[in-house]
């Protein structure tokens, strides 16, 4: 069951990501049905012992499967299109993060309310507690409260990075002298984890991203205490 557990995606944590899993699900499907019947017209003409020498042309056939694949890359395309437009967007931000990946660690800014910046290392094994994750935990996490929206801006000071939290279905590259975007909603409080996925060099899996999301009242007092 563990095993099955690790090809699946993770619980998604936004309402974005939770379209993105049922677009998953129905291409996923859709291509489930497109190889069960191509194996079985192969295993038909296979072991069929049905012949017709003088068969040159049948357009009737070459139709069908020509119109069958464009209406089923249609039932694909619009869903997709939907998505890409949706997960461009973004309406009335109330917090705006900004994170700059380092070679090997990320720093966030906060300049909604007061100049709040800090860095982001992964934690040290031998600093680890019981509770913390191998290669995933950090010393400051992004703190951010749920069920509110969120602009999260992405740059990088030296090499290519790329900020990466699957559970939000967010994946920014962070390139140098530029500014990429993104937004989302955390539909719950917990501690979501990700980290860069672009190769920027020897300590590249060794910049992990955790996010805790908390109410907005106990945010508040974290800013005041900041």
């Known amino acids: 069951m563990a095993t099955w557990k690790t090809l ?8 974005l990501m939770e379209q993105l899993s049922f677009f998953h699900d129905h291409t996923l499907m859709i291509l489930v049905i497109i190889t069960v019947l191509v194996g079985q017209v192969l295993l038909t003409l296979f072991i069929n012992k049905f012949t017709y020498r003088f068969l040159l042309e049948g357009q009737s056939i070459e139709i069908i499967w020509t ?3 464009a209406v089923t890359l249609i039932f694909i395309a619009l869903p997709s299109l939907r998505l ?3 997960l461009d967007e973004i309406n009335n931000p109330l917090v705006t993060v900004k994170a700059i990946g380092h070679q090997w660690y990320w720093s966030y800014e906060y300049s909604d309310f007061k100049n709040i910046e800090f860095d982001s290392y992964m934690t040290p094994v031998s600093e680890m507690k019981p509770f913390n994750f191998r290669l995933l935990d950090v010393d400051n996490r992004m703190i951010i409260p749920f069920e509110t929206q969120i602009r999260i801006i992405v740059t990088a000071a ?20 530029r500014l990429n975007q ?4 955390l539909s719950r409080p917990g501690l ?6 672009e ?3 020897a300590n590249h899996s060794f910049m992990p991203i955790v996010i805790e999301s908390i109410p907005s009242k106990y945010f508040v007092q974290w800013v005041n205490k900041k």
């Open 8 to 15: 699946l995606l993770q619980d998604s944590a936004n309402p």
């Open 67 to 69: 119109i069958l694949p």
């Open 84 to 86: 890409i437009y949706i």
């Open 158 to 177: 030296d090499v290519i990075h790329s900020w990466t939290v699957p559970s939000l279905g967010v994946k920014i590259d962070a390139t140098p002298g």
């Open 182 to 185: 993104a937004g989302f909603t």
């Open 192 to 197: 979501f984890y990700g980290q860069c996925s």
């Open 199 to 201: 190769i920027c060099g």
